[in-house]
């Protein structure tokens, strides 16, 4: 692929982990059953921004079969860095604010809200494989992208949060965030052509997006079948969650 086809943005960090949490003191909560859901005391001032999001956020949640004993918890609390992970321990999937403000500088508000939410359903993913103790073929930070991409399709007809997330973990490679080869995570390029696939596999309507068309070309001509692809993930997704 010829790297100039990408747009150069900022970098920052995304889903590497930080390995450390501690139990927020004063929050507002909402919760059922199964999940709850924590703003930080002092997040409160910015409550209009993130409501959006976890409205979203819950709604994806209460779709899902979880049992009272799978209690999911979700915290959008200051971390040290801008970063996002779950905690299997703890049962709490942990969202940094410094991760949706850099988002929104490099792709705008709006924008950096849908990336911001693709990652808060990849961290589900984690969870939800820890909890319910799904069963997985392959690497799980590749799964969790999968099922994230199909979650996010299930919600809304518009994946771009999953597309965006991709360019970020590109643009992370391009500006010398090298992943390890032998750590978890797939490197940068990869991430993106995989989102970039999936996504527009489960939407062809991104397709008319000149960008989108390239990279698909690209993948097409290595034989790869975006819409394939897709439809394996969302049939094994669907089935493992219950999901009709
Ligand atoms: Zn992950």
């Given at each position: 692929m010829r790297l100039s086809l990408i747009p150069c943005l900022a970098l920052m960090l995304i889903?590497?982990?930080?390995?450390w949490a501690q139990p927020l003191q004063n929050s507002r909560q909402t919760s059922n059953q199964t999940f709850q859901i924590q703003l930080a005391e002092n997040l409160q001032t910015e409550s209009a921004r993130f409501e959006p999001i976890l409205e979203r956020f819950r709604q994806t949640l209460e779709a899902l079969p979880l049992a009272p004993q799978q209690k999911i918890t979700v915290e959008i609390r200051s971390c040290r860095q801008a970063n996002a992970f779950y905690i299997p321990s703890e049962r709490l999937i942990v969202m940094c604010p410094g991760l949706l403000d850099t988002l929104s500088r490099r792709f705008g508000e709006n924008q950096g809200q849908e990336t911001f939410h693709f990652v808060m359903l990849h961290e589900l993913a984690h969870a939800l494989i820890d909890q319910l103790n799904l069963p997985i073929l392959g690497n799980e930070e590749d799964a969790a992208d999968a099922m994230a991409t199909v979650l996010l399709l299930e919600q809304a007809n518009s994946p771009i949060g999953a597309i965006l997330a991709g360019i970020d973990f590109y643009e992370q490679y391009q500006q010398g965030f090298i992943t390890p080869w032998a750590g978890v995570h797939a490197i940068g390029p990869q991430r993106m052509f995989n989102l970039v696939c999936w996504a527009s596999g489960g939407q062809?309507?991104?397709?008319?997006n000149r960008l989108i068309r390239r990279l698909n070309s690209e993948m097409q001509a290595l034989n790869r079948n975006c819409s394939q692809e897709y439809s394996q993930q969302e049939r094994a997704v669907k089935t493992l969650l219950g999901l009709s």
């Open positions: 889903l590497s982990a930080c390995g062809p309507g991104l397709l008319e």
